[in-house]
């Protein structure tokens, strides 16, 4: 267990440390973690690790994905339709901001989001990664994030 912002956290649901944020593009988190395909509650954390300054004019989001297995060919959004199965069409934000919205401010060491993952989400898929957007160049800027089950 490591100690990630007060929260004792097994090492094994880091889903990054210190990760760079994408240089305008899009950029998968440093880890998939698995978290089960029970009914349990997950909840997923994401921290600055540094100062975070998205511009007014740039767009940023954080989304989850999630996996049948630990290969990143597996990524979909984990939504679940009981008719259709898998929503391939359907995107999990934990964070949205657009190019209308303003600056988007982070210290360092600030929560930027936090997400309880609602029991049966994952159905079958019991890994998880986030995927983090950016329209401009925020690669200098860092983030922390953890995924834990809830009691």
Not at 12 to 29: E, G, V
Not at 33 to 47: D, P, T
Not at 98 to 105: E, F, M, N, R, V
Not at 106 to 115: N, P, Q, R, S
Request: glycine content about 4%; charged content about 20%.
């Amino acid at each position: 267990m490591s100690k990630f912002y007060g929260y004792s956290v097994d090492e094994n649901m880091i889903i990054c440390d210190a990760m760079t944020l994408p240089n305008a593009t899009t950029k998968d988190s440093s880890n998939m973690v698995f978290v089960g395909n029970s009914a349990a509650l997950v909840e997923i954390r994401v921290y600055a690790n540094t100062d975070i300054n998205i511009a007014s004019a740039d767009s940023f989001s954080i989304e989850l994905e999630t996996y049948d297995s630990d290969s990143s060919a597996n990524a979909a959004p984990p939504y679940y339709n009981n008719s259709s199965g898998w929503e391939s069409d359907a995107h999990f934000y934990l964070l949205y901001k657009d190019s209308s919205d303003d600056d988007l401010l982070f210290k360092a060491g600030d929560l930027i989001t936090a997400m309880a993952v609602p029991e049966g989400l994952l159905k079958s898929r019991g890994y998880l990664q986030l995927k983090f957007t950016a329209s401009a160049d925020v690669s200098a800027q860092k983030v922390d994030a953890f995924a834990h089950v809830l009691v």
